[in-house]
């Protein structure tokens, strides 16, 4: 028997298929063109657990059902405490538009760009999901997105490639002074009237 499928939910998770599609696309081509061999490995991962994540939703399409259990979360690499403040900013190249190759700076900011993207799509489209099993699909893929977008960052900031400025400590210490404590929410609904 056919699943029943809601309008939004069936058109979000053929966007996902597409999205897969050109993302894995976009990570082989990437892998052969980097000379930064940390990224090349960290692409290959990235393709790995997308092609089961596409797999799985081209099941679920063609109604052979899905084991939830199944979607795998992804674990980041080799984590590292990214460097917050410019220290070694590394000059960006101007752009290339000659190009017949992509250099590991660029290569880096469509991957990131594109785990970010899938972060916000993925969970935008699992809102639109009504079936668990559909909507958690959504929800591990945009999870997956934003650890693997994380995990590029983390590469591009140890290589100097994504600087992180920091917030002046004087005004952080002004904004920090901008909330005041307020009386508990679960406080109000038990009767206690103290703040916190």
């Not at 000059?91 to 190009?99: H, Q």
């Not at 190759?101 to 639109?128: C, P, Q």
């Not at 999870?143 to 693997?148: G, H």
């Amino acid at each position: 028997m056919m699943r029943n499928w809601a309008a939004h939910e069936f058109l979000e998770t053929n966007e996902l298929l597409r999205k897969l599609t050109a993302d894995i696309e976009l990570h082989a081509l990437c892998a052969e063109m980097t000379t930064d061999r940390d990224l090349k490995h960290m692409l290959q991962r990235h393709i790995q657990l997308m092609d089961a994540t596409y797999h799985q939703a081209v099941n679920l399409l063609r109604n052979k059902g899905m084991d939830v259990t199944a979607s795998r979360a992804y674990q980041l690499h080799a984590e590292h405490h990214p460097h917050v403040g410019f220290q070694n900013p590394h000059m960006i190249p101007a752009p290339n538009t000659n190009a017949t190759r992509l250099n590991d700076v660029t290569i880096g900011t469509l991957i990131l760009n594109s785990h970010k993207a899938g972060a916000m799509f993925g969970m935008l489209w699992a809102n639109e999901c009504v079936d668990p099993d559909v909507r958690s699909l959504h929800v591990t893929s945009a999870n997956n997105c934003q650890q693997m977008a994380y995990e590029v960052f983390q590469l591009m900031n140890q290589r100097g490639f994504y600087e992180v400025p920091t917030m002046p400590a004087n005004d952080v210490r002004a904004m920090t002074q901008t909330f005041q404590p307020a009386a508990r929410v679960t406080d109000r609904y038990y009767g206690v009237h103290h703040i916190v």
